[in-house]
């Protein structure tokens, strides 16, 4: 059997702090951004959104590089959710 050694980031109370108050930011900003979208613009970021993650997910599991697998995905996403939207109007 293999050996590997396990690396892990100790990060301590001040930065885990500060790290969760910057991922919050991130998320309430990102969230504010969506509120004026039409529904075409909603369908396809949200199909480029789910995209990438099943993009990334199947990347991983054939061990090929994660970016390409986000950017195969973002891009299919993006072009479902459009012809979703179209489909249905």
Not at 16 to 28: E, G, P, Q, R, S
Not at 38 to 57: E, N, P
Request: aromatic fraction near 2%.
């Amino acid at each position: 059997m293999g050996r590997y050694k396990e690396s892990t980031v100790e990060l301590g109370g001040n930065s885990m702090k500060a790290l969760k108050v910057a991922v919050l930011i991130v998320l309430t900003v990102s969230l504010a951004g969506c509120a004026g979208l039409s529904s075409t613009q909603q369908r396809v970021l949200s199909g480029g959104a789910i995209g990438t993650a099943a993009g990334v997910g199947a990347a991983a599991i054939a061990g090929a590089p994660l970016i390409a697998g986000a950017a195969c995905g973002a891009a299919a996403g993006v072009v479902g959710g459009y012809i979703v939207d179209e489909v249905i109007h």
